[in-house]
């Protein structure tokens, strides 16, 4: 029981902003020493209703006193509460303080859908995930590969909540014959 608490008390501080500094002391500037670090990681983040916006795993999440967290291998899944939705994987993570959004970089791997439920696979260098808009985005180039097309572009944005996937820039997609 012990050891579950020592594991959760980071993942509580990111998520609720709380520290152990005096009352008006103000954060010092955003130090290269983590504050805390939990192995082996996995938490479900609930709604206002208690509805699932995400589960996620790590093998390590170090929690810094600006409350961002570095995430070592992350994995995100069941975006929405939809077990069938969004996967994510990547090296790297940073969860921003209160988790209002992850990103994701050093080579993202995902799974999701096209508007029309065909499973895709998506590669990109980095992306981020907003829990409470339920929306990925990403800036850099992209790879969607599936049964019917493939297709490049310079970024994209997905809905979620709505199964939208709209490609950003110079788009290019290829249709299988």
Known sequence: MTRLLLLLMPLALLACGGTDRPAGEAAPAAASTPRYVAEGVRWTRLDAQGQPLFVAEAEQVQVYDDRRAVLSQPRLAQLAGRAEGWRLAAPRGEASAGLASIRLDQGVEAQG?????????????????????????????????????????????????????????QVRIDYAS
């Open 113 to 169: 859908h096209w508007p029309d439920g065909e499973p895709l696979q998506l590669r990109t260098p980095a992306l981020r995930y907003e829990p409470q808009a339920q929306r990925l985005s990403g800036s850099e180039p992209i790879e969607v590969r599936s049964d019917s097309r493939e297709a490049r572009a310079e970024g994209f944005e997905a809905s979620v909540r709505r199964g939208t996937l709209r490609l950003l820039g």
